[in-house]
């Protein structure tokens, strides 16, 4: 999945705000049929999409991002999983 910048900083606000948030996840459910048909979709799904391999390719041949730009996009991973 890419996170957008945008969507990174919702994540660094959401975190920010755990604390005083009165959400917790043991209230959450989720219906089993739902957890089914998302293992389901995710059974069918190809191992690897050609698509973005394509794109990753023409990325790299196009030159290699500055390591700002890498930092920035891992960060903003780690903060979107710290979510889950």
Do not use: Y
Not at 41 to 65: N, T
């Amino acid at each position: 999945m890419i996170i957008s910048d945008e969507q990174a900083r919702m994540v660094a606000s959401d975190l920010a705000n755990v604390a005083d948030s009165t959400f917790r996840r043991a209230d959450c459910t989720v219906d089993p049929a739902v957890i089914q048909r998302a293992c389901s979709a995710a059974l069918r799904a190809p191992d690897a999409r050609e698509d973005r391999i394509i794109q990753a390719r023409a990325r790299l041949l196009a030159g290699l991002p500055d390591s700002h730009e890498i930092a920035s996009k891992m960060v903003s991973r780690i903060m979107s999983d710290a979510l889950r």
